[in-house]
């Protein structure tokens, strides 16, 4: 397992493309657009579970048709990935963050939120924690998705090939900003995405074919704890937080993409219930009023802080239906 908090870039990366568009300045790397080209960089090492964090500052002013990407991946054609993707705008406009996720070589799975902060004036810490139960992805610690393994309902999850972590700039102005209509203004270069306090807690392969250290049923590692691979109380009022307040698109309601709700979604639910924002999340619900937590339901337990509104119907030890009184 390697721990090493706040490292130096040299440690654990390294420059993957257009190294003179890489610098080192000190305790921070800048990676620079420019009408040329962009940049990226890599870990040195494969990993297999544990958690990754960049504190990243973007691209200020208008960056609009820029992608700043932070991102684990595997290789090859059936590949797995977790990313973050910082869709720039222009100048006054939200940045808009792009998450998603790939399972042997299938993505389509993204979700977009404006985060509530300028992510332009300081630097922030974005990290993905990856274990066998779920791959979490936060904003300064604040969970902003969560993609659980859900293998015993028949879907795939990522868990048998080691990932790299990158991070990347470019120019993606046929899509990134307001879908292509804004494209990339020149005059304005170079795009400079900022990183530092480089952080990697996870299990090192020996090789990308060797996982045995990793993922073995005698190995315990500090993310397969239930308090780490699952959400807290306070953590899940965080993501639905979130979600009720930033999340401007989610896959899972895009009838025009996927007619048939991918299967997945049908695991993960959000609607709404009259006036009342319901989340239902594994075998917990949550119903959010305007002062936003009233009620928690849980398989074995009912606390009730404001309202009654809901009545549930318990099958067994899951959440059948939700209708109002």
Same mark, same amino acid.
């Given at each position: ?12 990366? /390294? ?28 870990? /040195? ?10 504190? %990243? ?18 290789? !090859? ?18 940045? %808009? ?9 299938? !993505? ?91 952080? %990697? ?46 999340? %401007? ?66 099958? !067994? ?9």
């Amino acid at each position: 397992m390697v721990a090493a908090p706040g490292a130096r870039f040299e440690d654990l990366y /390294r420059s993957s493309w257009a190294m003179d568009h890489c610098v080192n300045d000190g305790e921070v790397t800048k990676l620079k657009l420019d009408n040329s080209s962009g940049a990226g960089f890599e870990s /040195r090492s494969k990993y297999l579970f544990g958690k990754v964090s960049i504190q %990243i500052k973007l691209v200020e002013g208008d960056s609009a048709g820029t992608v700043t990407a932070f991102y684990m991946s595997s290789e !090859g054609s059936n590949h797995n990935e977790f990313d973050f993707e910082f869709l720039g705008n222009t100048t006054g406009e939200p940045y %808009i963050v792009q998450t998603n996720v790939y399972v042997n070589g299938v !993505g389509n799975r993204e979700q977009r939120l404006n985060l509530w902060f300028d992510p332009t004036t300081e630097f922030h810490t974005y990290s993905i924690l990856w274990s066998k139960r779920s791959v979490v992805f936060m904003v300064d610690e604040t969970p902003i998705r969560v993609h659980k393994n859900l293998e015993d309902k028949g879907i795939p999850f990522a868990k048998d090939q080691a990932m790299g972590v990158y991070s990347s700039i470019w120019n993606a102005d046929d899509w990134a900003t307001q879908g292509g209509l804004v494209k990339t203004d020149w005059s304005h270069a170079p795009f400079i995405a900022s990183y530092k306090d480089f952080k %990697i807690d996870a299990c090192e392969v020996p090789t990308t074919t060797d996982l045995s250290k990793c993922n073995g049923e005698d190995q315990r590692f500090w993310w397969d704890e239930p308090t780490v691979s699952e959400l807290s109380l306070h953590q899940n009022h965080q993501l639905i937080w979130v979600r009720a307040n930033h999340m %401007i698109y989610d896959y899972c309601y895009d009838a025009a993409r996927f007619p048939v709700t991918p299967l997945e979604c049908q695991h993960h639910r959000h609607f709404y219930c009259g006036q009342e924002y319901m989340w239902l999340f594994d075998d917990s619900v949550y119903a959010l009023n305007e002062l936003r937590v009233s009620c928690l339901f849980s398989k074995n337990l009912i606390e009730r802080t404001f309202c009654s509104l809901i009545d549930l119907e318990v099958f !067994g030890d899951k959440l059948q239906r939700l209708k109002r009184l």
